[in-house]
């Protein structure tokens, strides 16, 4: 008996011990990698909240407040982010921004999108006391079908001067817009991130999963055995994309033809080929050269997140390109348009 319980008494010390070890392991690499990833943005409530659009699938649901991570994001009246959007001045320049996400600003406050650095550098640029107005039309997970048609609806109302179309590589994997506008249809409005009311079930599950969201660790290995969209990027997919937006800018180049707006083209590279210095990289390269040889004043944001000391920061465990990255594509692009609006 006495020799029992020796045995269990050493075992329970191994077991201590073991558990202890552990735990160290685990603090250790929780901190080496905050040290070296970042810590996870907490997430708040109210999240995005989407309701059908019939021309789009979805859309925001405008006049609202929610939060990216720990910013608040406030919605106009055309369920955009940013100010109201009020006639527009005999002497203003109005720009239209379209994209998805990076345009939209995931993880970023309204005042650090790229739009909105955009507005504040190309003023800057212009230099003739003229008021400038970027409209940032971004909304997570847009394709450019989705965008086009967003200019479709809300252009005339918006009275654009330029319009820019921003180019990112999952926009070759398109949305299915008339069933989502079927199933919104008969849900009614839903939380983006969940796909379903935030309220009960839903509700407390989305809570659990913010407390293992606080672990850099966990999202450090969360991402490693992910699976990126882009990486289903395949030669094939990139082919059928570049058809299917050869149409979507034949219909961009007639909109703006009728409704008297400068079309351009933006491509925003990831920041993984910034990185690695890829110049070359495909489909990027692809699109822009279709986009040139359709007429359209085309722009590779490349350069501008190149200069930037140790590569583009990302939001971190998100991937969205931080302020600082925003900044400096908001500052390449004013140039840019500063020198093809004085031509």
């Not at 079927?182 to 935030?198: N, T, Y």
Request: hydrophobic share 40%; with cysteine; net charge negative.
């Amino acid at each position: 008996m006495e020799m029992k319980a020796k045995r269990s008494r050493r075992l329970g010390k191994k077991v201590l011990v073991a558990s202890l070890t552990l735990l160290v392991c685990l603090g250790i690499g929780e901190l080496f990698v905050r040290a070296r990833f970042g810590s996870p943005l907490p997430e708040r409530l109210p999240i995005l909240e989407v309701r059908a659009n019939p021309f789009r699938g979805w859309e925001m649901v405008g006049g609202k407040v929610h939060y990216t991570y720990r910013y608040p994001v406030h919605l106009n009246a055309l369920g955009l982010r940013g100010k109201e959007i009020g006639e527009k001045d005999s002497e203003e320049l109005r720009i239209l921004a379209l994209g998805d996400s990076l345009i939209y600003g995931q993880g970023v406050p309204d005042d650090a999108t790229l739009p909105a650095y955009l507005e504040a550098e190309l003023a800057r640029s212009l230099g003739d006391g003229r008021p400038v107005t970027v409209v940032n039309s971004g909304h997570r997970a847009y394709d450019t079908r989705q965008e086009l048609g967003l200019l479709e609806e809300l252009g005339e109302r918006i009275a654009p001067d330029v319009v820019i179309l921003f180019w990112f590589g999952n926009d070759f994997f398109e949305r299915d817009i008339d069933g989502t506008f079927e199933r919104l249809s008969e849900s009614g409005p839903i939380a983006f991130d969940v796909g379903a009311p935030m309220e009960g079930g839903v509700e407390l599950r989305w809570k659990l999963r913010q407390l293992l969201r606080r672990s850099a660790l966990l999202m450090f290995i969360h991402d490693l055995v992910g699976k990126e969209q882009l990486d289903e990027l395949t030669d094939e997919v990139a082919r059928e994309g570049l058809e299917r937006l050869r149409g979507y800018l034949e219909r961009f180049r007639s909109l703006a033809d009728e409704r008297g707006f400068l079309p351009i083209v933006c491509v925003i590279p990831t920041a993984a080929s910034v990185r690695a210095g890829r110049r070359d990289r495909e489909p990027d390269r692809s699109v822009l050269r279709l986009a040139g040889e359709m007429g359209f004043s085309t722009f590779d944001l490349f350069e501008p997140l190149a200069s930037i000391e140790g590569g583009p920061p990302t939001v971190p465990f998100d991937g969205h390109y931080a302020p600082e990255a925003n900044h400096a594509m908001a500052e390449g692009l004013a140039a840019f348009l500063a020198g093809l609006l004085s031509d």
